[in-house]
């Protein structure tokens, strides 16, 4: 009889162990997804000299695009904010939007356009303190924005004109909402 408890014992304790590892493998794990700080960089050569946030969070491009020439900066470009209205829907060949919130502090969005236009045009929805913005082109040119961290509210501005028809791979902005979520738009016209 001391030999069957002992026997039914020893089962009843490695059912409920066999039970309870189970039960743990089955039970739904929550996981906290925060966006990673990482470490601004700027390539050798950037024309900007004052001091970058040292951390920012990185948005990826939706869709990624290779330059193949060799990046060359030219010299940075104050910008100057005007209100401008945005071209007809036919005369814009490109767009894209990014959104932030307020709880990101510093983010470096980057736009994958790879298309050719005349003009960027940058839509801000909600208020956005901006640091710069590059520029690249097929050809290997990086034209930098400097924004000098200013901020500016809603509202469509002229990003950079371009003399002739230029083909623009990427449009890289660094910047903070300074509103609960700010939407930033980018279109390429022609």
């Not at 097929?138 to 004109?161: P, R, S």
């Not at 623009?168 to 910047?175: A, E, K, Y």
Request: proline content about 4%; hydrophobic content about 45%; overall charge positive.
């Amino acid at each position: 009889m001391i030999k069957l408890n002992l026997r039914l014992l020893c089962c009843t304790l490695i059912l409920s162990m066999l039970g309870s590892t189970a039960a743990l493998g089955q039970r739904r794990r929550t996981v906290v997804v925060r966006h990673p700080h990482t470490t601004l960089v700027v390539r050798t050569g950037h024309p900007i000299r004052r001091a970058l946030p040292a951390a920012v969070i990185v948005h990826p491009a939706r869709v990624a695009v290779a330059v193949r020439a060799p990046l060359v900066f030219l010299p940075a470009l104050a910008w100057t904010a005007a209100v401008v209205t945005l071209p007809i829907r036919e005369r814009l060949v490109w767009q894209d939007a990014e959104s932030v919130t307020r709880d990101e502090d510093w983010v470096d969005t980057n736009f994958g356009i790879n298309a050719s236009g005349d003009a960027l045009y940058l839509d801000i929805n909600g208020k956005a303190r901006l640091n710069f913005a590059e520029i690249t082109f097929a050809n290997g040119h990086v034209q930098v924005v400097d924004f000098d961290e200013k901020t500016h509210k809603t509202g469509v501005y002229k990003l950079l004109d371009f003399r002739d028809d230029r083909h623009v791979m990427t449009v890289r902005i660094l910047l903070k909402s300074e509103s609960d979520s700010t939407k930033l738009a980018v279109y390429l016209g022609k």
